[in-house]
């Protein structure tokens, strides 16, 4: 670790280790420490730290061109798009760079949604404990105050309702300025929050009947994470829109605004648009990404795995009192414990164990979707000896 005064914005509380090497689910720090990754880059490297096929598109792409702009056509960007629409049903894609500018483009979306409809103020429900960027109306879209903090005035308007509860959105489904619902279609930043069986397809019927694009930001359960392409398609649910980022790119950032039906045909030339977005390189390593989770059976290993994974945890936790519940789809997956936990991620570090903990008390992990079950089990056994070491010394901490 650097001990120089840092010349950085002081944007992210930083845990005090740095890594410089990883492969596959492992990764090595500054001192060579060896730890397994259950977290990828939160949600992001899928396919584990220098996948080869990753590494060889990486390469190969590099040699040859890496950016012409959006003035030309891109052959590479056609190809992603075809192949993004291939797997999911979709019609027709717009690139960027991140999550949060695949969402900027479905919020544009609603708003030529609403001009073509006539609705001079137009609102767009999202939920209660949502995420959905940090740009100014992606992080005004996100039902959360801390996400809010210190960026007001916010980008108007967004109706918060609680997430999970059909009856609240039937409840407002009289305002006519009504053109949109983003959702998510499991909460990741909330806290690995999975809604009942059914949520998005009546959310998908509440849409059509009040002509209202049903928008899923998939940003973090897209892309292989949850067993399926993406989770509303796995689910029979074809959503006018959805936006993918993260794992799309196994680390090159990348980000896709998918659209069917009258939601493909709204942005027209002057519209929209992103000097970086979908240029030869990223959508080379992104095709690769995509070509290689078929080839490999990844959505479907993410399910299997997943499922080991949840069934070690609660092996291993169900008896503790502190452990509320084990949740999640694939591999995205959570531990709810009664009390707030963030020194956990510190536990689990000197476990040689890397996961997160979001909404204060679920310890959320996110490994690779390509792992084996000795590696499953690996994960298993550290995160549970890390929640119960934990455990054991906060109730010894309360009794002494
Ligand atoms: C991470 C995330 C975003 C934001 O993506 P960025 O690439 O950080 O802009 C938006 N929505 C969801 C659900 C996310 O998990």
Same mark, same amino acid.
């Given at each position: 670790?650097?001990?120089?005064?840092?010349?950085?914005?002081?944007?992210?509380?930083?845990?005090?280790?740095?890594?410089?090497?990883?492969?596959?689910?492992?990764?090595?720090?500054?001192?060579?420490?060896?730890?397994?990754?259950?977290?990828?880059?939160?949600?992001?490297?899928?396919?584990?730290?220098?996948?080869?096929?990753?590494?060889?598109?990486?390469?190969?792409?590099?040699?040859?061109?890496?950016?012409?702009?959006?003035?030309?056509?891109?052959?590479?960007?056609?190809?992603?798009?075809?192949?993004?629409?291939?797997?999911?049903?979709?019609?027709?894609?717009?690139?960027?760079?991140?999550?949060?500018?695949?969402?900027?483009?479905?919020?544009?979306?609603?708003?030529?949604?609403?001009?073509?409809?006539?609705?001079?103020?137009?609102?767009?429900?999202?939920?209660?404990?949502?995420?959905?960027?940090?740009?100014?109306?992606?992080?005004?879209?996100?039902?959360?105050?801390?996400?809010?903090?210190?960026?007001?005035?916010?980008?108007?308007?967004?109706?918060?309702?609680?997430?999970?509860?059909?009856?609240?959105?039937?409840?407002?489904?009289?305002?006519?300025?009504?053109?949109?619902?983003?959702?998510?279609?499991?909460?990741?930043?909330?806290?690995?929050?999975?809604?009942?069986?059914?949520?998005?397809?009546?959310?998908?019927?509440?849409?059509?009947?009040?002509?209202?694009?049903?928008?899923?930001?998939?940003?973090?359960?897209?892309?292989?994470?949850?067993?399926?392409?993406?989770?509303?398609?796995?689910?029979?649910?074809?959503?006018?829109?959805?936006?993918?980022?993260?794992?799309?790119?196994?680390?090159?950032?990348?980000?896709?605004?998918?659209?069917?039906?009258?939601?493909?045909?709204?942005?027209?030339?002057?519209?929209?648009?992103?000097?970086?977005?979908?240029?030869?390189? /990223?959508? #080379? +390593?992104?095709?690769?990404?995509?070509?290689?989770? %078929? $080839?490999?059976?990844?959505? &479907?290993?993410?399910?299997?795995?997943?499922?080991?994974?949840?069934?070690?945890?609660?092996?291993?936790?169900?008896?503790?009192?502190?452990?509320?519940?084990?949740?999640?789809?694939?591999?995205?997956?959570?531990?709810?414990?009664?009390?707030?936990?963030?020194?956990?991620?510190?536990?689990?570090?000197?476990?040689?164990?890397?996961?997160?903990?979001?909404?204060?008390?679920?310890?959320?992990?996110?490994?690779?979707?390509?792992?084996?079950?000795?590696?499953?089990?690996?994960? /298993?056994? #550290? +995160?549970?000896?890390?929640?119960?070491?934990?455990? %054991? $010394?906060?109730?010894?901490? &309360?009794?002494?």
């Amino acid at each position: 670790m650097s001990t120089k005064p840092s010349s950085l914005i002081n944007a992210y509380a930083r845990l005090p280790v740095s890594f410089d090497r990883g492969e596959g689910l492992k990764l090595w720090d500054d001192e060579g420490s060896e730890y397994i990754d259950a977290l990828g880059g939160i949600a992001v490297c899928a396919l584990g730290h220098s996948h080869p096929s990753v590494t060889h598109a990486i390469n190969e792409q590099a040699k040859t061109l890496l950016h012409t702009s959006n003035l030309f056509s891109i052959t590479h960007q056609d190809n992603l798009a075809s192949k993004l629409c291939e797997l999911t049903g979709m019609e027709a894609v717009f690139f960027g760079n991140s999550g949060a500018e695949a969402n900027e483009a479905a919020i544009k979306i609603s708003r030529l949604h609403a001009e073509a409809k006539k609705i001079a103020a137009p609102v767009v429900i999202t939920f209660n404990g949502s995420f959905h960027g940090r740009t100014m109306a992606t992080l005004s879209a996100s039902g959360n105050d801390k996400v809010h903090s210190g960026c007001h005035p916010l980008v108007s308007e967004f109706l918060y309702l609680p997430y999970n509860n059909i009856e609240a959105i039937e409840q407002v489904a009289d305002n006519p300025n009504i053109v949109a619902v983003l959702v998510e279609p499991i909460q990741g930043e909330g806290g690995i929050v999975v809604p009942d069986p059914g949520y998005l397809t009546a959310i998908r019927k509440l849409c059509d009947q009040h002509d209202w694009l049903m928008m899923c930001d998939e940003i973090q359960t897209g892309v292989s994470r949850t067993g399926s392409w993406y989770a509303s398609i796995g689910q029979g649910v074809m959503p006018d829109v959805i936006t993918s980022a993260k794992a799309l790119g196994n680390g090159i950032p990348i980000g896709a605004c998918l659209t069917r039906g009258q939601a493909a045909g709204l942005i027209q030339p002057g519209h929209h648009g992103s000097t970086f977005g979908g240029n030869p390189f /990223a959508c #080379r +390593v992104a095709l690769a990404v995509l070509d290689t989770m %078929e $080839t490999e059976n990844i959505p &479907a290993n993410a399910h299997a795995t997943g499922e080991q994974l949840k069934s070690r945890l609660l092996e291993a936790l169900h008896n503790r009192g502190q452990v509320k519940e084990i949740r999640g789809q694939g591999m995205m997956i959570g531990v709810e414990l009664d009390t707030d936990c963030s020194g956990l991620v510190n536990t689990g570090l000197k476990n040689k164990v890397i996961f997160n903990v979001t909404a204060g008390n679920v310890v959320r992990l996110l490994p690779p979707c390509n792992l084996n079950e000795n590696q499953v089990d690996d994960i /298993a056994r #550290r +995160v549970s000896d890390s929640i119960i070491e934990h455990c %054991e $010394t906060s109730t010894a901490a &309360a009794h002494s």
